[in-house]
C-alpha cells in the first residue's frame, strides 16, 4: 500500500520525536498531540507504532543502570539517600564499614561510590587509598560527603583520589547534580592516532607534537601529560590521576618532579606558540586553557 506525500509528511513528523530519532524513550505528550493533528491511514499508523514500540524496547535495553555504593554507617543518611537514589533510577548497593565496603567491593564494582569518612573500624580516610591503590577500583569516583569542612582536609582527600567533596548537611538536588556530573566527566582515553586542540596536534602511533605546524621537543613523561591532557580537554586532571595513568610510560614521574615537568611543557609550547595552553587549579591539577 501506498503511503501519499501528506501521510509521509506527517509520519517524518511523528518519526521526529521517536525513540529512534531521539535515542530516548517516548516523550508521550508530545507523541499524542502530534498524532492527534495527523490524519493517517490506521493501518500506517499500526504497523507504524509497533515500529515504534519494538525501537522503544531496543532503546530502553541499551540503556545501562548506573550502581552506586553508598559507605556510611548512619543508617538514617543511608536509608534517605537509597530511596532518593533509587527514584532516580540507580541501582544502590550500601556498606556500614571499610571493611563491608571492600568486601562489597570484591563482589561486584559500582559506578560511583558515595564515601562518609566516620566509619567504625577502617575509617573513610584509611579506606581511599586503598580504593585508589586497587586496579579494578582506582577509576570509581568517590565523592566524599563527611561534616568536616576545613580546607587542608579536603584538600589532602582530593589529592588523595576523591571526585568530589560534599559538606554535611547537603542540599540533595545538588548532590545529585553532582553525582550526574561525575558519572558523564569520567575521563575517557581516545582511541584515535591523532589528538588535537587549538593548534596542538599529537600523534599517538609515532609520537610526533606540533604546535602551530612547528615540531615541539619533548621528553617521555611531558609527552605522557599532554597526551592526556589532550584526551580529556574540558576537564580538570588532578594530580594523582595524572601520576597514576603516566606512571605506564614514565614511572620516575613523582608528585614532587610533576610541577617540574608541566612547567617545562608550557614553557615549550609557549616558545613556539606565544601561548599559555596549560592552566593549573590550584589545589587540584590541571587543564587545558579554553579562554
Given amino acids: 500500500m ?36 495527523c490524519s493517517i491511514d490506521s493501518r ?26 553508598i559507605i556510611d554507617d548512619d543508617v538514617y543518611i543511608g536509608d534517605a539517600l537509597e530511596e532518593v537514589l533509587t527514584r532516580e533510577g540507580y541501582g544502590v548497593t550500601r556498606a556500614y564499614s571499610g571493611t563491608e565496603a571492600l568486601l562489597a567491593l570484591s563482589h561486584a564494582m559500582p559506578d560511583l561510590i558515595l564515601l562518609d569518612l566516620m566509619l567504625p573500624g577502617l575509617n573513610g580516610e584509611e579506606l581511599l587509598p586503598l ?7 582506582q577509576k570509581i569516583p568517590v565523592i566524599v560527603l563527611s561534616a568536616k569542612s576545613d580546607i587542608p582536609g579536603k584538600v589532602k582527600l582530593l589529592l588523595d583520589g576523591a571526585s568530589d567533596y560534599v559538606t554535611k548537611p547537603f542540599d540533595i538536588k545538588e548532590l545529585l547534580a553532582r553525582i550526574v556530573v561525575q558519572l558523564r566527566s569520567q575521563p575517557v582515553l581516545s582511541s584515535s592516532p591523532l589528538l588535537s586542540f587549538d593548534g596542538i596536534t599529537l600523534h599517538t602511533d609515532t609520537h610526533l607534537v606540533t604546535a602551530d605546524s612547528g615540531a ?30 603516566i606512571s605506564e610510560d614514565t614511572p620516575d614521574c613523582t608528585d614532587s618532579s610533576l610541577k617540574v615537568h608541566v ?9 613556539l606558540t606565544d601561548k599559555d595552553y596549560i592552566e593549573a587549579v590550584w589545589g587540584i591539577g590541571f587543564k587545558l586553557r579554553t579562554d
Avoid at 501519499?4 to 505528550?29: F, G, K
Avoid at 611531558?222 to 590521576?241: D, G
Fill in 2 to 37: 501506498g503511503v501519499d506525500s501528506n501521510h509521509r509528511s506527517n509520519l517524518q513528523q511523528i518519526y521526529s520525536l521517536s525513540p529512534l530519532a531521539t535515542r530516548e524513550p517516548i516523550h508521550t505528550v508530545n507523541y499524542f498531540l502530534t498524532i492527534q493533528n
Fill in 44 to 69: 500506517v499508523l499500526q504497523g507504524f507504532f509497533i515500529h515504534v514500540i519494538i525501537s522503544t524496547i531496543i532503546i530502553w535495553s541499551e540503556l545501562t543502570l548506573k550502581n552506586i555504593l
Fill in 131 to 137: 580504593l585508589k591503590k586497587e586496579e579494578s577500583s
Fill in 216 to 245: 615541539v621537543r619533548l621528553t617521555r613523561t611531558e609527552y605522557a601529560i599532554l597526551k592526556l591532557l589532550l584526551q580529556n580537554p574540558s576537564q580538570v586532571i588532578t594530580k594523582s590521576l595524572l601520576l597514576e595513568h
Fill in 263 to 271: 612547567s617545562n611543557l608550557r614553557r615549550k609550547l609557549r616558545d
